[in-house]
């Protein structure tokens, strides 16, 4: 089986390929977004702790 | 038992034990769906009456049963933080809804592509179809309530209730095909016994079940631990955490 | 502390207070209904003033109509009751908070949605719906105004500590009323094909079952986080 069949996908090319691409696309945000929201909790923590060291 | 879990409830006892875990979640994970991508895609046999079309099956199918599942995690941890006050019950809950979103988009949008080729219609008002919307719709909800209250324990509580009431529609979406007369197909693999499904397609739809249900640890535990940070303001174990990184 | 009206007695005198509440503004109080009349004369004027066609699109115009009606009134369910205190008044009664929370829901129903199931027939004579099916739209409206009005509360309730939550809570609502708009409308699209519509009015009715025993429980328990 060729690349282009593989592409292809029996005809159904237009119907597989956006499902794949958009699942893989919401998986791929689900895990950005997850771990910029942990790298923006800790800096809103790291800030905290800086503020109450700080005497002002 | 209750110590066990009384340690999971204690926010640095469950950001150390997610920090540990995550990565392997992660790995496994990934590992797990690139197998069945590749399977489903490329090994699995062609379909009797759909041919490759019905390879749409190994996204379909997991992110549907994930964006039910999310929903249940959502709930249950919910009610826990509402019962018992465990905060990190209620990150639990809060961290679902984003992930839930993302499954039941997935689910809905690659049913209609689908269902634009295996029924001529992108969309049909049918039970299954409405009520995955709904699911949708109560995952938005659930986050514009949470984000309309500034008191995050208000916001905790109020949306788990909304949770709880929202679960309804959960059963709703599964027995759907069973009580009505539905467009969309009987469970062929979840029946007790001898699933109608040939094995050589079977086996990469549970890699990718697998796959999805570990992803789902990985990106939860990630995102509670986020909200655990948010949450506990600026604790002793907070400011170690901070000097330490 | 010992209470000495009993429950049945303290939800008389809710329904009654909120009820005698609703009536000192008459023109409060039409606004639903108003509105509901309104919403059905757009869809004639903006779509086709046909019969033939009107027909077919009166049951989901009609259901939209009161669905968004009741939304509209929904916010004074229990906004006014928060605001000013007697809220919590209720709630530290000692009063059991369930019967106070479906007290206010069935005076709220009783002014803001029984006028629009009284009103239901004329509404949809205008649209051509034939009067053999109007018995099935009333009852249907019926029973779906009162499920709306329970569902609501929850919403109301969940929203009462929110300020400007009338799109909040429609967003909540909504989705929970999604099945009780394809039930209604089916069973009036059945009515005016000359089938029979008990199925849809029997699922109506287990919908209004189900809200009407499990909202109040889950609506006492959103006032009273509301409330703290």
Known sequence: MSLRDFLHMGGYAAYVWPSYLFTIAAIGWMVIAARRAHRRALEIARKRVVMEKSPS | ?245 | MTVRTGVLAAVALLVRRDLRLAFRRPSQLCNPLVFFLVVTTLFPLSLSPLASQLRDIAPGVLWVAALLSSLLALEGLLKSDAEDGTLEQMVLSGQPVVAMVAAKTLAHWFVGGLPLVVISPLAGLSLGVPPAAMWVTVEGLLMGTLTLSFLGSVGAALTVGVRRSSVLLSLLVLPLAMPLLIFGARATDLAIAGEGAAAPLYLLGALLALSATLAPFAAAAAVRIGID
């Not at chain 2, 640095?12 to 979640?25: D, M, Q, S």
């Not at chain 2, 979406?173 to 693999?189: K, P």
């Open chain 2, 1 to 245: 038992m209750w110590t066990w879990i009384h340690k999971f409830g204690s926010p640095p006892h469950f950001y150390r034990i997610a920090a540990l875990l995550t990565p392997w979640f992660g790995w496994i994970a990934a590992i797990l769906i690139a197998t069945g991508l590749v399977w489903g895609l490329v090994f699995a046999p062609a379909d009797y009456q759909q041919g490759d079309g019905f390879r749409i099956l190994y996204v379909h199918a997991p992110s549907a049963w994930m964006s039910l599942f999310t929903y249940v995690v959502m709930a249950l941890a919910a009610g826990i933080g509402l019962v018992w006050r465990i905060k990190v019950a209620h990150a639990v809950a809060a961290s679902c809804a984003p992930i839930g979103v993302a499954f039941t988009a997935s689910a809905l949008v690659t049913g209609a592509v689908w269902g634009q080729k295996m029924w001529g219609t992108w969309w049909e008002w049918d039970p299954r179809l409405t009520s995955e919307l709904i699911l949708l719709f109560l995952y938005f909800g659930y986050m514009a309530l949470r984000s309309a209250y500034d008191d995050p324990q208000r916001a905790d509580r109020a949306s788990a209730v909304l949770a709880l009431v929202g679960v309804v529609n959960v059963p709703i979406i599964h027995y759907s095909v069973v009580w009505w007369n539905s467009l969309h197909q009987v469970a062929s693999v979840a029946k007790i016994g001898r699933p109608s499904i040939a094995p050589e397609m079977l086996v990469p739809l549970i890699l990718m079940f697998f796959g999805f249900n570990i992803l789902f640890g990985a990106v939860l535990l990630t995102r509670v631990r986020g909200e655990v940070l948010l949450r506990e303001r600026s604790a002793d174990w907070i400011r170690a955490l901070v000097a330490k990184s």
